[in-house]
């Protein structure tokens, strides 16, 4: 019996032997293939999975953040219908503060003196009597000391909180007077959008960053203290007394010598004439050259591609009241993330009398996070450009090593307009000035 048991068991083993193996290999065929297979932490990755990704912190995506209505106006220049010299109607500038609340009772006040007072101490005491309560957002410390003769109650609340850099609201309703350190305001801006970048210009320069532009009705609100409405006040003062602003069109380019030689930038002088040569001003690192309109941006660009691939890496223009200064951020209107993306032209200029001639009298700097890079004294008359040779690409290379050849070089180009502000009403749209019209203008 034993014996036939052990010779049952030994048919069998080797029946289930052969049955596995076509069982392995039917569930083989059932699991897909695949060509590659990568392993991360422990998971399975291949073409057909689905990715997972690490929880990224509540940020402003990148495209979102870089959107600007401004940048199309900051970022285009149209060459081809490019106005040296433009007039514009002076208009008035007028800034509102906002959410004053309620108009204050119709009250007189008479010989009330208030000395070394805090501004809430002082109107307490001014408005004993009525039902209006002081109220402040935050504790203000200034103290003020004064008299008021004879006035209205509004007039004695403006002024005290004036003196004390105040703000206040007053709801009628609850019958509180609110007083703060900060306000908001309204600015109705020119029609002209030369004239509203330079304002923003101006504003952005004195640390205004909160600047809410309705590009659709032309106009601003800000936020701030007593110091930010003064600077305010001072930057709407000078643009409405200016008669002139000067703006700049830009080009600038990244050159590449297709030689192990860099570009011969004296070839100009034959390939244009010295006659289209005006000057030539050299910096710490670069030249400047004043040329003729007929080197422009097409012209240049041919004489560059002779010796050079050429590439457009930022393109913009800007403007400043007469006697300001401002600048142009590359990187802000970069064609894309360059080496040089961290470099700004920063620009000073008046026009006027010039040794007896009307002339545009510009000191241009180039500017990076690291410091100053170069900078040039640059008079010019209406018409001329500006052409900045010289600047080495690698003078914006931070790594010990790169790619770039030594020879290849950043070039600026520049074409200054001037902005007339005229006082005569009778100008109900900008007139630009050409053919005999610019030739008097120029000749004035």
């Known amino acids: 019996m034993n014996t036939i048991k052990k010779f049952f068991y030994l048919c069998i083993i080797p029946y289930a032997m052969c049955i596995l193996p076509g069982c392995t290999q039917t569930r ?19 073409e057909n999975s689905v990715p997972i ?15 600007s209505i401004e940048l199309p106006k900051r970022c285009e220049v149209d060459w ?33 003196e208030f000395k ?58 609850a019958g ?3 007083l703060s350190h900060r306000a908001k305001w309204l600015i109705k801006m020119p029609k002209n959008e030369t004239i509203i970048m330079a304002l923003l210009d101006a504003m952005h320069g004195a640390d205004m960053r909160n600047l809410l532009v309705n590009w659709h009705d032309k ?49 100009m002088l034959p390939a244009f004439g010295d006659k289209n040569i005006r000057m030539s001003i050299p910096g710490v690192v670069g030249r400047a050259l004043v040329v003729s309109p007929e080197i422009n941006t097409k012209t240049l660009q ?20 007469n006697g300001w200064q401002s600048r142009f951020d590359i ?11 961290d470099l700004i032209i920063g620009a000073t200029g008046t026009y006027g009398d010039f040794g007896g001639t009307n002339k545009i009298d510009a000191k241009i700097v180039l500017r990076t996070s690291q410091g100053e890079l170069s900078s040039f004294t640059i008079p010019s008359s209406i018409g001329d450009n500006y052409v900045i040779v010289g600047i080495p690409t690698h003078s914006f290379v931070t790594t010990p090593e790169t790619l770039v050849s030594p020879f290849a070089e950043l070039v600026v180009f520049m074409s200054p307009r001037v902005i007339s502000i005229a006082d005569n009403a009778g100008i109900q749209q900008s007139n630009e000035l050409i053919g005999d019209a610019l030739r008097d203008f120029l000749n004035d």
């Open 28 to 46: 083989q065929q059932d699991i897909p293939q695949y060509d590659n297979i990568t392993v991360v932490d422990q998971l399975v990755i291949d």
């Open 219 to 267: 106009t601003v609100v800000f936020e701030g203290n007593y110091q930010t409405e003064r600077e305010v006040a001072k930057i709407i003062s000078d643009i409405s007394s200016k008669k002139y602003m000067i703006a700049w069109d830009i080009d600038v380019y990244r050159v590449y010598p297709r030689t192990d030689n860099p570009i011969v930038w004296m070839n």
């Open 80 to 112: 081809n219908n490019q106005n040296v010299v433009s007039v514009v109607p002076s208009e008035h500038i007028e800034i509102i503060r906002l959410n004053t609340g309620d108009e204050l009772p119709e009250l007189q006040v008479s010989d009330y």
């Open 53 to 67: 990704f690490p929880k990224k912190a509540a940020l402003t995506t990148d495209t979102a953040r870089r959107f």
């Open 331 to 341: 990187g802000q209107c970069g064609k894309e993330e360059r080496l040089e993306t």
């Open 302 to 321: 041919e004489f560059m591609a002779q010796q050079a691939n050429v590439v457009l890496i930022s393109q913009g223009t800007f403007a400043i009241p």
């Open 176 to 178: 509180e007077l609110t």
């Open 116 to 173: 070394d007072l805090t501004v809430r101490r002082a109107l307490d005491k001014l408005l004993e009597g009525t039902d209006i309560a002081v109220v402040e957002e935050s504790e203000l410390y200034e103290k003020i000391t004064g008299t008021i003769t004879a006035g209205e109650l509004s007039d004695a609340v403006e002024l005290m909180t004036k003196m004390g850099r105040a703000y206040y609201s007053y709801d009628a309703a």
